[in-house]
């Protein structure tokens, strides 16, 4: 937790923030879904989850991106959920690939800790 009020002095605090929420994606013909940019100077690492809710051989795959890159593997069909650890997260985003038919959505539960000193 966050010492407020104790910005006086040099020593820095860890802080911890924790995101979830759930987009409703389809195809995004290779382009990343922006979902958090870091506007900061501060080196952030965490954890982020992405739960596939959509429908096996109906709703699209979600593909991981971190820093404008996908992670290598990290791709989740409909009902599957995956997680990964990382070290200097700068942006997130999903591509969303496939899904039958065209247009076909799913919905896709992401959550993450974004842990950095302060």
């Given at each position: 937790m966050a010492q407020i009020g104790n910005c006086c002095n040099d020593s820095l605090v860890g802080v911890n923030d924790a995101l979830c929420f759930t987009i409703d994606i389809a195809d995004t013909d290779g382009t990343p879904l922006v979902l958090w940019n870091d506007a900061t100077t501060f080196v952030i690492n965490g954890t982020i989850m992405v739960e596939n809710n959509g429908t096996i051989g109906v709703s699209p795959t979600a593909a991981l991106?971190?820093?404008?890159?996908?992670?290598?593997?990290?791709?989740?069909?409909?009902?599957?959920?995956?997680?990964?650890?990382?070290?200097?997260?700068?942006?997130?985003?999903?591509?969303g690939t496939g899904g039958t038919p065209a247009g076909s959505t799913a919905s896709v539960k992401v959550s993450f800790s974004l842990n950095y000193k302060f």
């Open positions: 991106t971190v820093n404008g890159t996908p992670i290598a593997g990290f791709i989740v069909g409909p009902g599957e959920a995956k997680s990964v650890t990382l070290n200097d997260i700068n942006s997130i985003g999903i591509i």
